[in-house]
């Protein structure tokens, strides 16, 4: 199979398939064992994520996830979704709006905002659910390849 080829297959959305307003999402149920590996990975043992008996004594009453592990989901989405691969991630902006807690499903939700085509970037606003309620919002920068000729 020539590389080409393969790349066609498995490349997302080109600048030029994008438009204002797009949307993808990504929905996922946030386990302990989440929390845990997460905590491992990024070396992030912060207590108030991982101890029952210090999280207690905290406003969150509980161990709550990582925001970054949170944060993380709308990277699944822009990485396999939209705009999906073959994109680059240059910038992303976070505010941490409300705690996630294991057994929380967390949906992120990122919307095609603004194109600029001189640049071949994309801005797309990000927001991430448990339910009804914003617990994380921010702004993506991503950089996005045209069509090969």
Excluded: W
């Excluded at 490349?11 to 438009?19: A, F, P, Q």
């Excluded at 989901?73 to 979704?81: A, E, M, P, R």
Aim: proline share 4%; with cysteine; charged share 20%.
């Amino acid at each position: 199979m020539a590389a080409e080829h393969l790349n066609d297959e498995l490349h997302g959305y080109y600048l030029e398939d994008l438009k204002v307003g797009m949307t993808a999402a990504y929905a996922k149920t946030v386990t302990e064992t989440d929390i845990v590996l997460f905590a491992g990975i990024s070396g992030d043992i912060n207590p108030v994520h991982l101890n029952h008996e210090f999280a207690a004594t905290t406003a969150f009453a509980e161990p709550i996830a990582h925001g970054m592990l949170t944060a993380s989901f709308i990277s699944t989405v822009l990485g396999t979704k939209l705009p999906g691969p073959g994109c680059i991630y240059l910038k992303q902006s976070l505010a941490f709006r409300a705690p996630v807690k294991a057994r929380d499903t967390v949906l992120a939700r990122c919307t095609v905002s603004a194109i600029d085509e001189a640049r071949q970037t994309v801005t797309l606003d990000c927001k991430c659910f448990v339910g009804e309620k914003v617990v994380l919002t921010g702004e993506a920068l991503m950089k996005v390849s045209r069509r090969p000729a």
